[in-house]
């Protein structure tokens, strides 16, 4: 039972322009959610979360929303540079206002490729 | 160190052969996960510590899988009898406290054949 999903295996972007990254979940216990980005041959870095107590996060030219009610997550990068080109995976935790361990549910990651 | 640390970076493997993996963490980190990414998915969560004790193991796949942190820092997964469904990048994260952000080191790729 996938619980994090990402529909789009892949996502083709041009340099400047918007690339939104998409991010559906089914565990209703999740409370917190974050966004790793991952190079060929590297680990995940992590690049930005959101409570379930917000509906928007910003951090420069990333912003998170989050939509509870529909379960959905999106990543917005503006705007995309050709070094933004890497595997992005959504995951998320049930925080328990802190109390877990902040064990990851991750998906299945969607590959964005940002043209020069 | 100044991030997470993995070796051996690649390891093959022949079938039924015993493997170690190795995970330094970053210091003073309490938290310590094990993940496995097979070709093409996400990390699946296998294990996690918090300084030396286990506290979970619920995604540990078979019990040929062991982990083990006896001193709170160096981690190590060990899996017996490789099999070639073991195939897998198997990741390791630290974490400072019980909930903060995960730093993952750059995995191990292993290749049972």
């Known amino acids: 039972d996938q619980q994090v999903k990402q529909n789009s295996p892949s996502l083709s972007v041009q340099e400047g322009r918007i690339s939104i990254l998409n991010c559906d979940y089914t565990n209703s216990m999740f409370d917190y959610f974050l966004w790793y980005k991952k190079y060929p041959a590297e680990g995940p870095t992590f690049l930005i979360s959101i409570s379930s107590i917000k509906d928007k996060n910003e951090d420069g030219r990333f912003t998170v929303f989050l939509n509870k009610s529909a379960k959905h997550l999106s990543l917005h990068i503006v705007p995309s540079q050709p070094g933004d080109s890497a595997v992005y995976f959504c995951a998320a935790i049930h925080n328990a206002g802190g109390t877990s361990y902040g064990k990851l549910t991750f998906g299945q990651g969607t590959i964005l490729t940002v043209h020069p | ?113």
């Open chain 2, 1 to 113: 160190g100044a991030g997470v640390s993995q070796s051996p970076r690649y390891k093959v493997a022949k079938r039924g052969q015993d493997v170690a993996l190795r995970c330094d963490p970053i210091s003073g980190h309490v938290s310590l996960f094990w993940y496995q990414q097979a070709l093409g998915q996400g990390p699946e969560f296998l294990t996690y510590f918090q300084n030396e004790a286990q506290l979970d193991k619920s995604g540990l796949p078979s019990d040929r899988f062991f982990a083990e942190r006896p001193e709170g820092s160096v981690s190590t997964l060990k899996i017996q009898r490789t099999q070639q469904e073991d195939s897998a990048v198997y990741l390791c994260a630290s974490s400072l406290a019980q909930s903060g952000t995960a730093f993952f080191g750059q995995g191990t790729r292993l290749t049972v054949v």
